[in-house]
T-cell receptor
Framework: SQTIHQWPATLVQPVGSPLSLECTVE??????LYWYRQAAGRGLQLLFY??????ISSEVPQNLSASRPQDRQFILSSKKLLLSDSGFYLC??????????FGPGTRLTVT | QQPVQSPQAVILREGEDAVINCSSS?????VHWYRQKHGEAPVFLMI?????EQKGHEKISASFNEKKQQSSLYLTASQLSYSGTYFC?????????????FGKGTRLHILP
């Protein structure tokens, strides 16, 4: 069966510090991968998606970047965090069934 | 492009019915429904891929009106476990990357 992991679960970082969130998927090959952000009480904002290794598409201009160094690994990064980067970050994958499976999420607080 | 959900929030007593609507200004290829409990990740409920399609999942069902570019989620005889935020997500035609554009969500609170 397929599983998706995200870490860390929670993170508190000062403004201007770097960020690295990791997502890995097990039990499937060549998944589409997605990063979403959810601000408190808000909807799901698609940040990046990837259809293959090294292929990243950005949906929203911001100070975040994403990379996919391996087929089932998706990384979200920032060189300098802003207060507005606080939120709940969700990684998701999809296969042939179009259904998206979400990871447990990382709650980021920028102070 | 973001679909519009209505109502934004609803409070029901256990056993009552609810309808959540999702409409788009663009043509749709598919509509997705997810439920998110507080502090947790969204969980898939169902996908509707064809205009006119209806699906059921226990007491939760949905319809997709392709011509009207809208979908509705029906929750009958609601249970306490149905509480949460419901998101619809839409995928336009010819989108090969399965990018779902989610609405802002409908908060559902079930009272005992």
């Amino acid at each position: 069966s397929q599983t998706i992991h995200q870490w860390p679960a929670t993170l508190v970082q000062p403004v201007g510090s770097p960020l690295s969130l990791e997502c890995t998927v097990e039990g499937t090959s060549n998944p589409n991968l997605y990063w979403y952000r959810q601000a408190a009480g808000r909807g799901l904002q698609l940040l990046f998606y990837s259809v293959g290794i090294g292929q990243i598409s950005s949906e929203v201009p911001q100070n975040l970047s994403a990379s996919r160094p391996q087929d089932r690994q998706f990384i979200l990064s920032s060189k300098k965090l802003l207060l507005s980067d606080s939120g709940f970050y969700l990684c998701a994958w999809s296969g042939l069934s179009y259904q998206q499976y979400f990871g447990p999420g990382t709650r980021l607080t920028v102070t | 492009q973001q679909p519009v959900q209505s109502p934004q929030a609803v409070i029901l007593r256990e056993g009552e019915d609810a309808v959540i609507n999702c409409s788009s200004s663009k043509a749709l290829y598919s509509v997705h429904w997810y439920r998110q409990k507080h502090g947790e990740a969204p969980v898939f409920l169902m996908i509707l891929l064809k205009g006119g399609e209806q699906k059921g999942h226990e007491k939760i069902s949905a319809s997709f009106n392709e011509k009207k570019q809208q979908s509705s989620l029906y929750l009958t005889a609601s249970q306490l476990s149905y509480s949460g935020t419901y998101f619809c997500g839409t995928v336009p035609p010819l989108d090969r990357d399965d990018k779902i554009i989610f609405g802002k969500g409908t908060r559902l609170h079930i009272l005992p």
